[in-house]
């Protein structure tokens, strides 16, 4: 069964100071993973996609990973606005589009 | 542009309404979605529309009845609803339902049942 977790469920972080979210899945023939930001009350916005080990992905001050089994999100020199809840998914091989999503992690930034 | 609008953005209804949430996107995209979301918890996918043909119900209870009039526009009616379907519903679109291609959402319909 297709399954994601994700590592911390909330973290808290003084403006600047840096950190990684990690995305833990298992998934049969994996076509995508990807990741989202969601601000309370609103839809998900749409990040970065990865497709295989040892892809990266920039933007901004957010740079994603991926390996056979996981995903991080870095989060270098974080700033207040970056506040928000991240969601990791995966979409396996059953060409259905389907998303399996994590739980998220609830990020907030101090200034 | 990678806009999906739905509409209404607030809805408060009774167990004994009918009522509608509309999506549309116009990014050419053959495949939409509805997912559920309830508060601190990730999307639940409901349906999936590939070509404007239904290709996944996850066992949603019948008083959801998707429609795909076109392939920009996607239709959630809503009878006899219970208090418990209060959620965030949100509408997404990609290219299509292979080779991962990203999903974009709209901002959601924040339905309330009383």
């Known amino acids: 069964e297709d399954q994601v977790t994700q590592s911390p469920e909330a973290l808290r972080l003084q403006e600047g100071e840096s950190s990684s979210l990690n995305c833990s899945y298992t998934?049969?023939?994996?076509?995508?993973l990807f990741w989202y930001r969601q601000d309370p009350g609103k839809g998900p916005e749409f990040l970065f996609t990865l497709y295989s080990a040892g892809e990266e992905k920039e933007k901004e001050r957010l740079k994603a990973t991926l390996t056979k089994k996981e995903s991080f999100l870095h989060i270098t020199a974080p700033k207040p606005e970056d506040s928000a809840t991240y969601l990791c998914?995966?979409?396996?091989?059953?060409?259905?589009?389907?998303?399996?999503f994590g739980q998220g992690t609830t990020l907030q930034v101090k200034p | 542009d990678t806009e999906v609008t739905q509409t209404p953005k607030h809805l408060v209804m009774g167990m004994t309404n009918k009522k509608s949430l509309k999506c549309e996107q116009h990014m050419g995209h053959r495949a939409m979605y509805w997912y559920k979301q309830k508060a601190k918890k990730p999307p639940e996918l409901m349906f999936v529309y590939s070509y404007e043909k239904l290709s996944i119900n996850e066992s949603v209870p019948s008083r959801f009845s998707p429609e795909c009039p076109n392939s920009s526009l996607l239709n959630l009616h809503l009878h006899a609803l219970q208090p418990e379907d209060s959620a965030l519903y949100l509408c997404?679109?990609?290219?299509?339902?292979?080779?991962?291609?990203?999903?974009?959402f709209g901002q959601g319909t924040r339905l309330t049942v009383v």
């Open positions: 998914a995966v979409q396996g091989s059953s060409n259905t589009g389907k998303l399996i």
């Open positions: 998934v049969s023939g994996l076509r995508g």
């Open positions: 997404a679109s990609s290219q299509g339902t292979g080779e991962g291609p990203e999903a974009f």
